[in-house]
């Protein structure tokens, strides 16, 4: 337990990130489906979505506690390095930008659920959230890569200069 609670934020820093990426995969199996839909798809379709806006809460909560009980520290640090606008760009437009998937992924499952092998406009809907969903997620993952660069650039950077 001591382990656990000594190493909570690295846990959260790679939970957070594996749901991002898991639920971006799954919004691509939605793609993939609604495209190719045929018979049992379908159900595999409704499947990938709730997987999909399942991930996506998990990454929402996690990185929300992670960002409120521990970016404090790390947006100090970023700030003081040589990539400020890691924190100032990325880690603000994530900020405000990073509950859009999740509605997206809500709004999934709810599409998902009508009969998309005879309705047409919601199976175009279903394409459009899981495409949305996709290109959100590959935003978000690499600007969550430059924030922690940014974080790993200045402690590298202090680190040389004081053993100068």
Not at 10 to 30: C, E, K, Q
Not at 93 to 110: C, D, Q, R, S
């Amino acid at each position: 337990m001591d382990f656990i609670k000594a190493n909570l934020s690295d846990l959260i820093l790679f939970a957070h990130p594996t749901f991002g990426v898991i639920a971006t995969m799954s919004a691509v199996w939605v793609l993939v489906e609604a495209l190719n839909l045929r018979g049992a798809s379908l159900l595999r379709l409704r499947l990938a979505a709730w997987v999909t806006a399942i991930c996506l809460v998990f990454a929402w909560v996690l990185g929300g506690f992670w960002y409120v009980s521990y970016y404090a520290a790390d947006k100090a640090v970023i700030l003081k390095g040589p990539w400020p606008w890691a924190h100032d760009l990325f880690m603000e437009t994530k900020e405000h930008l990073f509950f859009i998937p999740a509605f997206l992924g809500f709004y999934l499952v709810i599409v998902a659920a009508r009969r998309l092998d005879i309705d047409t406009a919601a199976r175009r809907m279903a394409i459009a959230l899981a495409a949305l969903i996709i290109v959100n997620g590959l935003a978000i993952e690499g600007a969550g890569a430059i924030v922690n660069h940014g974080a790993k650039i200045a402690v590298l950077r202090a680190n040389t200069k004081a053993a100068e």
